[in-house]
């Protein structure tokens, strides 16, 4: 999966930021052989570690905006990545704009992942006074945001992403969504015990990266 949706997006004409977590040698030579792909060490352990290498080397890039993706979105590379693009039409007051989940498309997903998800969005939108999807996954974020991602704390896990979203309110950017249909694979439609477990442990990290944000001094 994760090969052919790197692939996918290497086709895209974007210069390419991958850390890798520890993989073994043969995809981490595949990773190397992707046209406009650099890859980075990580900068400590677990999703927070990869997050801040690939950022830091994509600001140091010079671009205005990063897209940042989570490596699995072969559908979302396909098919939709070129429209959230285009309609992405941002402006100096915009530090994030959300790829989120039209309503149906929302209810594809299985039934843990919907509450632990609906939850946060939830509790983000209260906090906000902007209501959108804040857990599907790709995002941009402006060039100013990014130095304040290395202020995650590595025991955020995913809830880094939920940290960087409330400093960006807090630093009066506008985080902007643009909907769409993104429907949950066919293949992971069916959950067991481990993905509810895995859901409810990320649902503790978004909370708590929520309150890091709206907590942490900005000075």
Not at 53 to 76: C, I, M, N, W
Not at 85 to 90: D, E, H, I
Not at 166 to 176: K, M, N
Request: charged share 25%; with cysteine.
């Amino acid at each position: 999966l994760l090969r052919s949706a790197l692939a996918s997006l290497a086709r895209v004409d974007l210069p390419l930021f991958v850390c890798d977590g520890g993989s073994g040698s043969d995809f981490a030579a595949f990773l190397r052989t992707r046209a406009r792909a650099t890859v980075v060490p990580p900068a400590g352990a677990g999703p927070v570690g990869q997050m801040k290498a690939s950022l830091r080397v994509a600001h140091a890039s010079g671009a205005e905006f990063v897209l940042y993706t989570e490596p699995d979105k072969q559908a979302f590379f396909e098919d939709k990545l070129g429209a959230f693009l285009a309609r992405a039409r941002v402006d100096e007051n915009a530090g994030i704009v959300l790829a989120g989940r039209s309503s149906s498309s929302f209810d594809t997903y299985p039934r843990t992942q919907r509450f632990t998800e609906a939850t946060i969005n939830q509790l983000s939108g209260d906090h906000y006074g902007v209501d959108g999807d804040y857990s599907y996954g790709p995002f941009l974020v402006h060039r100013d945001i990014l130095p304040y991602v290395d202020r995650a704390s590595g025991e955020l896990g995913w809830g880094w992403r939920h940290f960087i979203f409330a400093v960006t309110h807090r630093l009066d950017r506008r985080l902007v969504h643009i909907e769409d249909d993104f429907p949950c694979p066919e293949d992971q439609r069916v959950e067991d015990e481990r993905e509810r477990l895995h859901r409810l442990r990320q649902l503790g990290q978004n909370v708590n990266g929520l309150l890091a944000g709206l907590t942490i001094d900005l000075a």
